[in-house]
């Protein structure tokens, strides 16, 4: 699998601390596309990145985090032009809710405008998210770019629409995201962006996905939309399937839970397993980055198949 994205450093106060008021910061490496191929990396799923990052001890240490986890950096380009992203975050507790803040601007990956083709060569899948679209005008042509080629060389194409509010509207994440959906053979989607983005607002998760799928991703193999707490539901060959969430309490920290649901779901896909298996994995890989601090889910075949099958508990 190849994923193209921008990488980032997520900054944010230990524990429940405030930014205004904190005086130092927790420090993970970050990015969907990023984590996913993480993810995958460590479900000893072949990942590459592509990526394009300073030249300079934060891009370092980017790589020294992604290479450590058994992603090929091969294709990753450093630069000496522009400035890695970061975002901060704080943790909500009580009434006061989590919020999150970037700082982006003129980072290197949003003036990336090239990558080298062979890093498509014998590869399954092609990856990319909403994200990496709404980083800037020069990332959504290199995306464009990506997914087009990956559909010209036959490889598939898995497309996370994970829309971002304090990247772009609705409505230019919704033109931005239809320029390639066509040519997604995987497409996730959240029930909330169906709606935000979309303007679904149908019942149930099993008819936004049914009218996701037939009104924006009718060619895609599978459609698969996620309700948080309530599971998801896949459809595939006018097959509806229906996994319910995996318990993950006391959650550590929720961000990357996504990322790390789609590298479940991918694991399945590439590997050929039926789909129920597929959303089953996709679903404990969530649910066991949750019980982490940081963005990514370095958990192995063992540690996941033990909350696949339900055994998993305290080992001594």
């Given amino acids: 699998m190849t994923a193209l994205g921008e990488a ?5 106060p230990p524990g429940l601390g405030r930014l205004r008021t904190g005086g130092s910061f927790d420090v993970h490496v970050a990015g969907a596309e990023a984590n996913v191929a993480v993810a995958l990396a460590s479900l000893g799923v ?10 300079n001890p934060l891009g370092e240490r980017v790589c020294r985090d992604l290479r450590a986890a058994g992603v090929d950096l091969e294709y990753v380009e450093t630069v000496d032009r522009g400035r890695l992203g970061i975002f901060f975050v704080e943790f909500g507790a009580g009434a006061r809710p989590s919020e999150v803040w970037y700082d982006r601007a003129d980072s290197t990956f949003s003036q990336m405008d090239g990558y080298r083709p062979d890093c498509l060569d014998g590869v399954r899948l092609a990856l990319t998210s909403g994200i ?10 290199l995306a464009e770019r990506f997914v087009a080629d990956a559909a010209a060389r036959g490889v598939g194409v898995c497309l996370d629409v994970n829309y971002r509010e304090r990247l772009s509207s609705p409505e230019e994440a919704r033109e931005s995201i239809e ?13 909330l962006d169906a709606r935000r983005v979309f303007g679904i607002e149908a019942d149930d998760t099993s008819e936004v996905a049914a009218e996701f799928g037939g009104r924006f991703a009718p060619k895609a193999k599978l459609v698969v939309v996620t309700d948080g707490e309530n599971g998801c539901v896949g459809i595939c060959d006018d097959q509806v399937l229906t ?6 309490e006391p959650v550590v920290d929720r961000i ?16 050929g397993r039926p789909v129920a298996d597929s959303l ?23 540690e996941v198949g033990a909350v696949v099958e339900g055994k998993a508990g305290f080992t001594r």
């Fill in 46 to 55: 072949g990942t590459r990145y592509v990526t394009s990052l300073p030249d």
């Fill in 256 to 271: 990357g839970a996504g990322d790390a649901f789609l590298a479940g779901l991918v694991t399945g896909f590439v590997e």
């Fill in 132 to 141: 990496t679209l709404a980083v800037s005008p020069t990332a959504r042509h």
């Fill in 179 to 191: 320029s390639v959906l066509p040519q997604a053979e995987i497409v996730v989607c959240s029930r």
């Fill in 243 to 248: 996994q319910e969430a995996i318990p993950a």
């Fill in 8 to 12: 980032m450093l997520r900054l944010s």
């Fill in 280 to 302: 089953r994995l996709a679903a404990a890989m969530g649910a066991l980055k949750c019980s982490v601090a940081g963005d990514q889910a370095l958990f192995d075949r063992d």
